[in-house]
């Protein structure tokens, strides 16, 4: 069984074309590319035939090279699954709530724009926390204006 890597796939409305990193062009049906899971950069071990209509690919197994094949459980909308194992974030990626992401990047313009006075970093901090809670939060301008008093 010869190793051929998925170039690209050009679809048909039966049949198709397999394109090889070599360039070999191998036919195979629109059926067996599904069932065999045949997509573009993989590889797989293929036995062909050659006929009058050129190379078609009767049998075809997918070379995982230490990666798992894809899951075959059919997609189903409006589920969330996890693809593999839960991992950390990268590294030095920290989580950051919207609220924190809006006050970063609001301030980042502030002081892009000269509008944020360093005596003054922590009133504008509040002042844009504050902006954050009366609109995007969720919460009504008065109950703040309560809470400061």
Not at 33 to 46: P, R, T
Not at 62 to 83: C, D, H, I, K, N
Not at 98 to 104: A, D, E, G, I, Y
Not at 126 to 145: E, K, M, V
Request: aromatic letters at 8%; glycine letters at 8%.
């Amino acid at each position: 069984m010869p190793m051929i890597t998925v170039a690209s796939i050009d679809t048909g409305p039966k049949k198709s074309k397999i394109i090889t990193t070599e360039g070999r062009r191998l036919g195979c049906f629109n059926d067996k590319l599904a069932k065999w899971q045949i997509e573009q950069g993989a590889s797989y071990n293929v036995e062909t035939v050659d006929n009058d209509f050129g190379t078609n690919i009767v049998s075809a197994k997918r070379v995982t090279m230490g990666l798992p094949a894809p899951s075959s459980e059919p997609f189903v909308s409006g589920t969330y699954r996890q693809a593999g194992p839960v991992s950390a974030p990268p590294a030095g990626a920290v989580f950051r709530t919207p609220k924190q992401l809006f006050v970063s990047e609001v301030l980042t313009a502030y002081i892009a724009a000269g509008r944020c006075e360093p005596q003054k970093l922590t009133e504008t901090i509040n002042y844009i926390a504050t902006a954050w809670d009366c609109t995007l939060g969720g919460n009504p301008p008065h109950q703040h204006l309560e809470a400061a008093e």
